[in-house]
Structures are given as C-alpha cells and as structure tokens.
T-cell receptor, first 113, second 113 residues
C-alpha cells in the first residue's frame, strides 16, 4: 500500500525558474512530513520538514507547503540551480506512533543550465 | 561522528545464494530502519527496530528475508535464498525519536544473477 504518493516520476526545469514537486498521502495519522534529496550512488539526505501544525516552512531557496485537508504537500525550489538535479523523496510519519517513516517513489528533478 | 555505515557497497551473487547486508547505525540512535529502493516503488520500508526490538516487519517481502539487531550498534538483513527480483539498493537508516529525521547510509547495491 502506497501511503505516500509522488505521481510525477520526473520533472525538468530551466535554471533560475521555480521547481514544484508534489506529494499526496492517504494516512490521516501522518503529522510530520519531510523531503529528502538523493544523488546517484549516495543515500538520501534530509532537506526540509514540516509538522502538521504549520502550512508552510521555508529554508532559503526551499519552501514546503502543506494542505492537510487535501492531504497534499509540495516542495518549491526558487531559483532552481543545476546542483539541485537529484531525486527528491517525500516522506511522512506519525510522530506519536511507532516512529516508522513512509516514502514516496521519488521525483527525478533535472535543472538545465 | 561517522554516519550510518553499510557493507558491502556492492554485492553480485547468483540466484539461490545467501546474502547478508550489514549496518552500523549512528551512535546514540535508538531506531534503525531497512529500506529497499526500486524503480517502481521508490523507497520501501522493510523493517524497523526501536531499542534493538523489531517493531514492524510487515514490509518484509517474503520469508526469505530476515533481519536482526543483536545490539545497538549492529544490524543485518539476510536474504536466503536470493532471487533475481531481489536486485535493488538496500538502505539502512537510523534516528532518534526526538528529531523525526532519518540518517541514511550510502546503500548496498545487490545484483542477483
């Protein structure tokens, strides 16, 4: 069962433009959401997170938006840079639960110079 | 401090052989996770441990898969007998309950011929 879904396997944007990566979840118990970034031959690394008490969290060029009613979150990267080219995974967990974290299938972002 | 350490980084074996993947979590982290990355399903949670105790192994594909955590600094994921469809990258991750963030190893790429 895919509790976290990333329906776009890939996204290509021009350098300097905005990248928007989307994620949907089905489990209403999830209350903590994260984005991870993965380069080839490396493990995923934490990028940004948001708890369910917020609807927006910003860190430099990266902003995560959460729409709890729609069970949807998105990651905005502005401006996009070639070094942002990677696979981005959306993840969710229930902090008060058993601490397991579920990931989406990932979206491969390519930022073209 | 060293990150999560996984071995081997690459494993090529023949169908029917036993495969053992190893993981050393970050010192002080009391949760450990095994994930499998495939093109179709992204990062799948196989099993996770809290304080060395397996909490949820519902993601383990079949009885051919088993995982152990004999102490706080070591875990193994074993596949016996291995099959070509087990070919994937297997990630180990660790965390503490308070951060909600997982720290991943670099992964073990398994190829079963």
């Amino acid at each position: 069962d895919q509790q976290v879904k990333q329906n776009s396997p890939s996204l290509s944007v021009q350098e300097g433009r905005i990248s928007i990566l989307n994620c949907d979840y089905t489990n209403s118990m999830f209350d903590y959401f994260l984005w991870y970034k993965k380069y080839p031959a490396e493990g995923p690394t934490f990028l940004i997170s948001i708890s369910s008490i917020k609807d927006k969290n910003e860190d430099g060029r990266f902003t995560v938006f959460l729409n709890k009613s729609a069970k949807h979150l998105s990651l905005h990267i502005v401006p996009s840079q070639p070094g942002d080219s990677a696979v981005y995974f959306c993840a969710a967990s229930a902090v008060g639960g058993n601490n397991d974290m579920r990931f989406g299938a990932g979206t491969r972002l390519t930022v073209k110079p | 401090d060293a990150g999560v350490i996984q071995s081997p980084r690459h494993e090529v074996t023949e169908m029917g052989q036993e495969v053992t993947l190893r993981c050393k979590p970050i010192s002080g982290h009391n949760s450990l996770f095994w994930y499998r990355q495939t093109m179709m399903r992204g990062l799948e949670l196989l099993i996770y441990f809290n304080n060395n105790v397996p909490i949820d192994d519902s993601g383990m594909p079949e009885d051919r898969f088993s995982a152990k955590m004999p102490n706080a600094s070591f875990s193994t994921l074993k596949i016996q007998p291995s099959e070509p469809r087990d070919s994937a990258v297997y990630f180990c991750a660790s965390s503490t309950p308070n951060t909600g963030e997982l720290f991943f190893g670099e992964g073990s790429r398994l190829t079963v011929l």
